[in-house]
């Protein structure tokens, strides 16, 4: 009885619609002496490369028995036009840390001779 199944792939996107990606029919065939026992088995789906960004959204597997559907957790996958660039601040900051200790120690030095005469 749950030796034939299909599995659905498919996502909503950002307007809550239902889109399928893919769909398939399996057969596993079971060993003898292992009926009536739970058995896994994992199945991987790719969605390469994601269109745009418009592919934004939750990725969801159902499974589908003659009597029962199990559907997973899903996926959230925030797609973004030009990818994650990260922000580094550290030369900017040593720059500019540098120029007023400079502009500092300047105008200490002119204090101190302005001073001296």
């Known amino acids: 009885k749950y030796t034939k199944f299909s ?5 909503i996107n950002s307007l809550g619609q239902k ?9 596993v065939d079971i060993p003898s002496g292992k009926e009536n026992k ?8 790719r969605i390469m490369p ?5 592919s934004t959204g939750t990725y969801y597997c159902e499974v589908k028995w003659n009597d029962i ?6 996926v959230f996958v925030l797609a973004r036009g030009t990818g994650y660039i990260e922000t580094s601040y ?9 120029a ?12 101190l001779l302005w001073k001296r005469k």
Do not use: R, V
């Not at 599995?7 to 996502?11: G, K, N, P, T, V």
């Not at 739970?38 to 789906?45: G, K, P, Q, W």
């Not at 994601?50 to 418009?54: F, G, I, V």
């Not at 550290?90 to 540098?98: C, Q």
């Open 100 to 111: 007023l200790l400079a502009a500092l120690s300047i105008t200490a030095t002119a204090l």
């Open 19 to 27: 889109i399928s990606i893919c769909s398939k029919s399996e057969k």
């Open 69 to 74: 559907q199990k559907m997973g957790k899903g």
């Open 38 to 45: 739970t058995a896994t088995i994992s199945y991987d789906h």
């Open 50 to 54: 994601l269109e745009n960004t418009s």
């Open 90 to 98: 550290g030369w900017e900051i040593l720059i500019t840390l540098t």
């Open 7 to 11: 599995i659905f792939y498919y996502w």
